[in-house]
Structures are given as structure tokens and as C-alpha cells.
């Protein structure tokens, strides 16, 4: 009963405000980096060097009117923030923060759960955001929103396309589909797959930027075309959904790339052993610190890059990344035959 | 074997119980003041023309079919990925005949202009 409900319920709890504290800073850092870039210093009023400003982003989400237009679908214009939120959140089920550690005398594992269809389970539960975005476009009744949740879907499946094709030759270089064993297997071989898969971690952070909405794919949301795409007409809580959503799927995409190409929890050269000092350091620390250099990663290419056209956008997708996975998968599984044979 | 999934149909229920508290606990604190204007959908600052249930692209439509099917022939790849240790040559033969049917049908749905955009 404990290990059934009760310890899983503490780590949700956990691994929940977690990511709700990390997506209110990671606001406020985004905010912070665009400004340096550009010579600016960035919120700087609520607290020191702006430290309070995400409270006092909640507070005022928290006490916006919230406008329902007067055509909308009521239910599914509430149900679609929903829709997108809850899968965002659920697929840190799976990912490992760290292995097995002792806590109070009772070994604990630093995962809420470990499917042995964990990569399955994240891919299908990525999928279902999209109809939260079609859903809300589309219940606005209104011109922008749906134009803007038509790209938005558009351009998410496409890109899911060559996402799930890398997915599939880290899965051959692994062997599993567990992500706790995909960890392992990185241990095993001496080296993260980000090296043994240079091909397939470029692919998976051009899509991850597209299915996240990100610079320079940020068409759902070109405001000066599209206004603020599919949610021009939410505001209040719903809005805040849709953008905690947002933030927590670029966690969630930085996280699955720690865990599948940057070694997940192990340490920079995990066989090495002069370097065991690296291991004083706890293994969720390095979970955290490789996420984040990711999520910083994202932050610079926004002040860096331009936004792409759309029909450029489409074609990067179809044309380019799709073939490439393709080869990708052929190359790894013919060089895994001449090596097992 | 189902006992790993318990603890996925509890983040559920906890995420949209953390969503729809958050959504009535905003309802109380908010201030509501509606008027005609303000629940019009947003058009420009201009008057609202119509509405948005009208005709819209077909190649909305085309990209949907194409990722259907080839998210469906991805997935068939995930188990023969992750036996493809015991496979070996005669999976690489078996996914290259697969993949080579998928790959006529992309030509096909590439040179009928379904990847076009412009």
C-alpha cells in the first residue's frame, strides 16, 4: 500500500511543485537573458534584481479577469488549457531524476515510475497536447485563434514525425525502451549517446524547439501576424494554463534529451576513475544541471535567431529532417550488424 | 507488470485536480465586469465580421493523413528496434524491404506536390 499509492503520491507532490517553482524562474531567467542580450538589465523593481517577480506574475494571473467570448464553445474553450496542461505535466512519470538512494532506511528510486515502454509512453502522451490546442482554437469562434491552432497543429505532427524517428535509433543504440535502462545503457557503454548519435540529438533539438513553439519556430504565436495564435482570446487562469503548459513541455523536451543523449543522472565520463570525484556531486544535481544548460540553450537561440516562414518551416520538416532520420536509422542499424556479428 | 502504471493514473488525477482548483480558486479572487464589446472575439479593433466557422485550407488536411500514416509505420519500428540485438542481419533486411515501401509512398506523396506549401 505504501509503495503502491502513498510514495508515489509524495514524489508527484514533489516532482509537481518542482517543475510549477522551476517554470516560474525559468520565466523570470528567460526574461533576465533576453535583456542582457540585449544590453538591458531586465526586471529589476519586485525584490532584488527582480528575484519576486514571478510571485507577483501569479498573484496578477490569479486576479485577471477571465473573458469567455460571447460565440465560444463554453466547455471546450475551459477543457482546452486542460487538455494541454495535464499531458505536459505527466510525462515527468517517467523520467529518472536519479537511481535508487536510501532514504530513511527504505530504498527509494528517484523516479516516480519505470514503464518498460517509458519512451512510448512519452511519445504518446506528447501527442495528445495537440488536440488542447486545436480544441481551443477552434471553441474561440473567432478568426485568429483558429488560423493559429491550424499552423500550430500543422507544424507540431510534422515535426513529431522526425522526433520519434531519432527516438527510434537511440532506441537501437540502447536496446530498451525503459528510460532507467536507457540511463544504464549509457553507463555501460562508457559514453553518452549524444556521441554515439550526433545525427539524431540535432534532429531531436531542431524538432524539440518546433514542438515547443520556440525561435525560431515560433509561428503559432507570430504576433505580428497572428496576433497571439491559438489563445488571442484567453485570458486570466485559462491563459496561465496554456502557458505553464508551454514551459513545462520545454522542461519536459530538455529532460527526455538529458536522459536519451547527455547520460540522464550519470556524471561526465562515468567509467573514468580518476574523475570518480565528479561523483561526490549527487546524481539528481547532475540531472538538474544538464536540463537546465539546455533550457538555457533554448533561451539564447530566442535572442539569437529570426523566425522562419512557414512554408520553410514545412519544408525543413518534411524534406529534411524526415530523410535524415530515415538514413540515421539504416547507418545505425547496419553498423549495430557488422558489430554484433 | 500494471502496478508500474498506478502511479501514472495518480499524476493524472493530481494534475487536473491541481488545474481545475487553480481555475475556481481564480473565479473567487477575480473581478468580473463584462460588457458587450469586451466579450466580442478580438478582430483588429475593428467590428467583428462573421464568424470563424468558415472554409480553411486542404493541405491541413493532407499533412494530418501523411502524419497518421507515417507515425503509425514509426511506431512498428520501436520493437524492432529494441530486439535488434538478437535480429541482427536478417532485421536490417526485413526493416530495409519495410522502410522501402514507406519510402515509395513518401516519393509519391512528394512528387504530387503534398509537401509543397507555397
Known sequence: ?341 | MLEAYVPVLLFVMVAIGFAVVALVFASLVRPERYNKVKLEPYECGIETTGDARDRYSIRYYIVAMLFVIFDVETVFMFPWAVIMNRLLLFGLIEMIVFLFILIVGYAYAWKQGALEWA
Open chain 1, 1 to 341: 500500500m505504501i509503495d503502491l499509492i502513498v510514495l508515489p503520491l509524495i514524489k508527484i507532490v514533489f516532482v509537481l511543485t518542482g517543475v510549477l517553482i522551476t517554470v516560474m524562474y525559468l520565466v523570470l531567467l528567460e526574461r533576465k537573458v533576453q535583456a542582457w542580450v540585449q544590453a538591458r538589465l531586465g526586471p529589476m523593481r519586485v525584490g532584488p534584481h527582480g528575484v519576486l517577480q514571478p510571485i507577483a506574475d501569479v498573484v496578477k494571473l490569479f486576479v485577471k479577469e477571465d473573458v469567455t467570448p460571447a460565440r465560444a464553445e463554453k466547455w471546450v474553450f475551459t477543457a482546452a488549457p486542460i487538455i494541454v496542461l495535464v499531458p505536459a505535466l505527466i510525462a515527468f512519470a517517467v523520467i529518472p531524476f536519479g537511481p535508487e538512494v536510501n532514504l530513511f532506511g527504505r530504498p527509494v528510486p528517484l523516479y516516480i515510475t519505470d514503464l518498460n515502454v517509458g519512451l512510448l509512453y512519452i511519445v504518446s502522451v506528447a501527442a495528445i497536447g495537440v488536440y488542447g490546442i486545436i480544441l481551443g482554437g477552434w471553441a474561440s469562434n473567432s478568426k485568429y485563434p483558429l488560423l493559429g491552432s491550424l499552423r500550430s497543429s500543422a507544424q507540431l505532427i510534422s515535426y513529431e514525425l522526425a522526433v520519434t524517428l531519432t527516438f527510434v535509433s537511440v532506441i537501437l543504440a540502447a536496446g530498451s525502451l525503459s528510460m532507467v535502462e536507457i540511463v544504464e545503457a549509457q553507463r555501460n557503454n562508457g559514453i553518452w549517446f549524444a556521441f554515439v548519435q550526433p545525427v539524431a540529438l540535432f534532429i531531436y533539438f531542431v524538432g524539440a524547439l518546433a514542438e515547443t513553439n520556440r525561435n525560431p519556430f515560433d509561428l503559432p504565436e507570430a504576433e505580428s501576424e497572428l496576433v497571439a495564435g491559438f489563445h488571442t482570446e484567453y485570458s486570466g487562469m485559462r491563459f496561465a494554463l496554456f502557458f505553464l503548459a508551454e514551459y513545462t513541455n520545454m522542461i519536459v523536451v530538455s529532460a527526455v534529451a538529458t536522459t536519451l543523449f547527455f547520460g540522464g543522472w550519470l556524471r561526465p565520463f562515468p567509467n573514468v576513475e580518476w574523475l570518480s570525484f565528479l561523483g561526490l556531486v549527487p546524481p539528481w544535481i547532475w540531472f538538474t544541471l544538464k536540463t537546465f544548460a539546455l533550457l538555457y540553450l533554448f533561451l539564447w537561440i530566442r535572442a539569437t535567431l529570426p523566425r522562419y516562414r512557414y512554408d520553410q518551416l514545412m519544408q525543413l520538416g518534411w524534406k529534411w529532417l524526415i530523410p535524415l532520420a530515415i538514413a540515421n536509422i539504416i547507418v545505425t542499424a547496419a553498423v549495430k550488424v557488422v558489430l554484433g556479428s
